[in-house]
């Protein structure tokens, strides 16, 4: 009867290891933020997309000397190795939308899921940096759309790696550094 009884605590102990290996590994508020931000992306990018490649949709912008959506979309920056920038951040976002989605963060993800959504939310912010540069100093125009995205790109960059910092373990077994610590060995010089 006694082996019953320790067969249910173990099962019961394994039940519990398994839900809370399942929990999520990040804070709430960058499960929410982080693919919503994602999708909002990835609509005003379809958005710059279908005006790209359409004559009927006129980009809802007013047109200045500062403001002027049309003459940044057309211009020879808005393609980057023959492919609209739109159709870029179109195919950033959904990917990012995928690498956000809640059950991506959960601990028991392998930890190569977690760096190559930091890595690719910091490459959005770099090729945003030089978007911007182009609008600036070389279109000398903005587009306000454009400006979303790019605002869009840094706030989703600030929920990911905010997120992943959060939610990081200090005794993460992805660190091959503090492993032989961790075990109890001191490390050997190389």
Same mark, same amino acid.
């Given at each position: 009867?006694?082996?019953?009884?320790?067969?249910?605590?173990?099962?019961?102990?394994?039940?519990?290891?398994?839900?809370?290996?399942?929990?999520?590994?990040?804070?709430?508020?960058?499960?929410?933020?982080?693919?919503?931000?994602?999708?909002?992306?990835?609509?005003?990018?379809?958005?710059?997309?279908?005006?790209?490649?359409?004559?009927?949709?006129?980009?809802?912008?007013?047109?200045?000397?500062?403001?002027? $959506?049309?003459?940044? @979309? %057309?211009?020879?920056?808005?393609?980057?190795?023959?492919?609209? /920038?739109?159709?870029? *951040? !179109?195919?950033?976002?959904?990917?990012?939308?995928?690498?956000?989605?809640?059950?991506?963060?959960?601990?028991?993800?392998?930890?190569?899921?977690?760096?190559?959504?930091?890595?690719?939310?910091?490459?959005?912010?770099?090729?945003?940096?030089?978007?911007?540069?182009?609008?600036?100093?070389?279109?000398?125009?903005? $587009?306000?759309?454009? @400006? %979303?995205?790019?605002?869009?790109?840094?706030?989703?960059?600030? /929920?990911?790696?905010? *997120? !992943?910092?959060?939610?990081?373990?200090?005794?993460?077994?992805?660190?091959?550094?503090?492993?032989?610590?961790?075990?109890?060995?001191?490390?050997?010089?190389?």
């Amino acid at each position: 009867m006694s082996t019953n009884t320790n067969t249910n605590t173990n099962t019961s102990r394994t039940g519990r290891e398994a839900v809370a290996a399942s929990r999520p590994g990040a804070p709430r508020w960058a499960l929410i933020a982080a693919p919503l931000t994602a999708a909002a992306g990835l609509a005003v990018s379809i958005y710059l997309t279908v005006a790209h490649y359409t004559t009927t949709v006129t980009l809802a912008c007013p047109q200045s000397a500062t403001v002027n $959506c049309e003459k940044v @979309t %057309t211009s020879a920056q808005s393609q980057f190795l023959g492919m609209p /920038v739109a159709v870029l *951040g !179109t195919g950033y976002f959904a990917v990012m939308l995928l690498l956000c989605l809640p059950w991506t963060w959960r601990a028991d993800r392998p930890v190569v899921l977690r760096h190559v959504r930091v890595l690719a939310a910091l490459g959005g912010v770099g090729f945003v940096a030089w978007l911007v540069y182009a609008e600036l100093f070389v279109i000398n125009a903005i $587009c306000l759309w454009c @400006t %979303t995205v790019h605002a869009l790109t840094l706030v989703l960059f600030g /929920v990911v790696a905010f *997120g !992943t910092a959060a939610a990081a373990d200090p005794a993460d077994p992805a660190d091959p550094a503090d492993v032989p610590a961790r075990a109890g060995r001191s490390r050997r010089p190389l």
